[in-house]
């Protein structure tokens, strides 16, 4: 017997990564920042637009090669998640790193919305987890970086106001 649920869910998982509903969208948070901004840290913050950006797209492209890769090794903790300096290093690397975000992202939608694809079994080289596990971790781990760009961008001064 088919299970009813199963493409409904991986269809909620898929737009859950994407974004919306009740979260920002990635380039609705991430379009329209002047260049001269996106490695300015504000005041009394460690982080800027450009830092956390390239973290997402670490840990993003980890968890997804994590969960599709049994020779994969993870970066160093937590050195290897964050970009080596805070300064956007060149206006080629924001794109070069939108570009790889939205690249891992689509493979994650795509692993996740494939029938062969077993959601609930575990990951034979992890300890425990599973794809679905991974999904949401991605998706929730987007969201609350996206939540911290939306702040930065607001002690800016670049945060579109409605």
Known sequence: MKNTLDGPLRQHISDLLGGGGAHAKFDQVL???P???????PAGLPHSVWM?????RI?????LEFSRNSKH????WPSGYWPRTPNLPTPGDWNKCLRS?????KAMQDLVMDSKTNLTGKIP???GQTILREALLVADHNAYHLA???????????????
Do not use: T
């Open 31 to 33: 379009g329209g920042i």
């Open 52 to 56: 956390i950006l390239d973290h997402m």
């Open 59 to 63: 840990a993003q492209w980890d968890i």
């Open 148 to 162: 911290q760009i939306v702040d930065i961008r607001r002690l800016l001064g670049c945060w579109p106001e409605e």
């Open 73 to 76: 090794v993870s970066p160093e």
């Open 101 to 105: 975000f939205r690249a891992d992202l």
């Open 125 to 127: 080289w992890g300890d």
């Open 35 to 41: 260049p001269n901004l996106r490695g300015k840290a």
